[in-house]
């Protein structure tokens, strides 16, 4: 089975920085994207940052220049980099995975995380 666990996240001050990162577990034949998301309090989840394993990333325009993605070296873990923390980033980010697996048969998958809290409050 394929499981995406989150650690990190808490409480910070505006102006801060947080630091939190997702591991993904389980057999896969590849990993084609890993990124977050958040989802605030009566909002839609909306897509943080991105990247696939040609390279490419994404940011969401809120976040560009205050928040970086990163892989491990092993490619099964993304960790997200939050500075210049704003109240409006208060969410729970959620790890996603667009992976391919192929038992028993070929197919691509999307995981979630279960979720972290990110609480920016003076």
């Known amino acids: 089975q394929v499981k995406l666990v989150e650690s990190g996240g808490g409480f910070v001050h505006p102006g801060g920085s947080l630091y939190i990162s997702c591991t993904l577990s389980?057999?896969?034949?590849?990993?084609?994207?890993m990124g977050w998301y958040r989802q605030a309090p009566g909002k839609e989840r909306e897509m943080v940052a991105r990247?696939?394993?040609?390279?490419?990333?994404n940011y969401a325009n809120s976040v560009k220049g205050r928040f970086t993605i990163s892989r491990g070296d092993t490619k099964n873990t993304v960790y997200l980099r939050m500075d210049s923390l704003k109240p409006e980033d208060t969410a729970v980010y959620y790890c996603?995975?667009?992976?391919?697996?192929?038992?028993?048969?070929?197919?691509?998958?999307?995981?979630w995380g279960q979720g972290t809290l990110v609480n920016v409050s003076s």
């Open positions: 990247t696939t394993s040609g390279g490419e990333t």
């Open positions: 389980g057999s896969v034949f590849s990993i084609n994207a």
């Open positions: 996603n995975a667009v992976v391919a697996v192929d038992q028993p048969s070929y197919r691509v998958l999307e995981v």
